[in-house]
């Protein structure tokens, strides 16, 4: 499985982006992924993942804001960001891991990222 991630800009505090990480391989549906993201001069954040069963988890600082999802049928995952923040600037990549564990893009495939940048 290779991935793609794709959807950043430019947006204005309060705007909407929609990320979407594109994969190749037959057997998508059996991974579970995660985005990341990681701003100059900090630490990769775990933003949000789905299980291959739909299981959802957040970081604290998106609830209510982002919502991922995924199409297994167009082997792509999504991240959809609401009511974005200058503080969400950053660089967003997408990781995957073949099991159902939420842990498992800690230690599967990464994709390139693409950058989000939040104007105020």
């Known amino acids: 499985v290779q991935l793609q991630a794709s959807g950043g800009g430019l947006v204005q505090a309060g705007g909407s982006l929609r990320l979407s990480c594109a994969a190749s391989?037959?057997?998508?549906?059996?991974?579970?992924v995660a985005w990341f993201r990681q701003a100059p001069g900090k630490e990769r954040e775990f933003v949000a993942v789905?299980?291959?069963?739909?299981?959802?988890n957040y970081a604290d600082f998106v609830k209510g804001r982002f919502t991922i999802s995924r199409d297994n049928a167009k082997n792509t995952v999504y991240l959809h960001m609401a009511s974005l923040k200058p503080e969400d600037t950053a660089v967003y990549y997408c990781?995957?891991?073949?099991?159902?564990?939420?842990?498992?893009?800690?230690?599967?495939?990464r994709g390139q990222g693409t950058q989000v940048t939040v104007s105020s």
């Open positions: 990781a995957a891991g073949p099991s159902d564990s939420p842990l498992a893009p800690y230690y599967g495939i």
């Open positions: 391989g037959r057997t998508f549906s059996s991974y579970t």
């Open positions: 789905i299980t291959s069963g739909g299981s959802t």
